[in-house]
């Protein structure tokens, strides 16, 4: 059986680069029109909409800081605007670690930015786009928490793991909420996943083989690997699942 996303459009923020951009891809491939969101890095926001242009789809970037409400609800507008109609699918993969801040260091200010840009982000992007799902008589919401929403996270990381495990929370209430309209909010929870810059700036390397040799399955994760996970949520493939979480993670955390 093969995922047709034909005359959907999908919406990713941080489409941009790493996981996003495995997301961004996978849609296209699938049929999918595929609106991609990047923050500050405008060239790689374009490369991924020309990326998909190029292989025959239908993509495009906008600039968003999905902290700001009424940048989100300009988004709704612009989206609306070059594609001719609102998101069917969407898919909450912003979000960032920051720093690494041990709990006797944490500031009041460090705490705000962690959760803003993890669930308030979320938070906001459901709340504008679920109506135009709704409208279209349903869609798929797809939000990216993390392995560390289970364990914690590694060192300075556990207000980040924090927000993670409420986006978790925050999601199965979301999918009952709004189960009734046609629309499914299901989770992936990357584990250790290569090649993103996540692990390029917080993990050094003797961190980074230490993981990797904890891994059952002997490696990095890559960006395609939850990429196939959030496809299949993305998908009419899920249709009786929501509220759900899929873990990626090559076999470290096992529920």
């Known amino acids: 059986m093969n ?34 969101t990047y923050m500050n890095n405008k060239e790689q926001g374009e490369e991924v909409a020309r990326s998909i242009r190029e292989r025959g789809g239908r993509s495009e970037a906008f600039r968003l800081d999905a902290t700001d409400a009424a940048q989100i609800e300009r988004l709704v507008d612009e989206i ?58 349903g869609g798929s919401i797809v939000n990216v928490t993390s392995v560390a929403a289970h364990n914690g996270g590694g060192a300075g990381a556990s207000v980040y793991a924090a927000a993670k495990a409420a986006m978790i929370a925050y999601s199965k209430g979301l999918a009952k909420e709004v189960a009734g309209d046609g629309i499914r909010v299901n989770l992936v929870s990357p584990g250790f996943i290569g090649r993103t810059a996540f692990h390029d700036t917080f993990t050094p390397d003797a961190a980074r083989k230490a993981t990797v040799q904890g891994i059952p399955l002997g490696r990095e994760g890559t960006p395609e690997d939850v990429a196939m996970a959030a496809l299949f949520l993305a998908s009419d493939m899920s249709a009786y699942i929501t509220g759900e979480t899929i873990e990626v993670n090559g076999g470290m955390f096992m529920r």
């Open 80 to 137: 609306s605007t070059a594609f001719g109609r609102s998101a069917d699918i969407l898919v909450n993969n912003a979000g960032h670690l920051i720093a690494r801040v041990p709990n006797l260091d944490m500031t009041e200010s460090h705490y705000a930015k962690v959760m803003d840009v993890n669930l308030k982000s979320c938070v906001l992007m459901c709340k504008a786009f679920a109506p135009g799902m709704k409208s279209q008589g």
């Open 3 to 36: 995922i047709d996303l034909s005359g959907k459009l999908a919406l990713v923020t941080g489409g941009n680069a790493g996981i996003g951009r495995g997301i961004a891809f996978a849609l296209a491939a699938c049929g999918a029109d595929v609106a991609v």
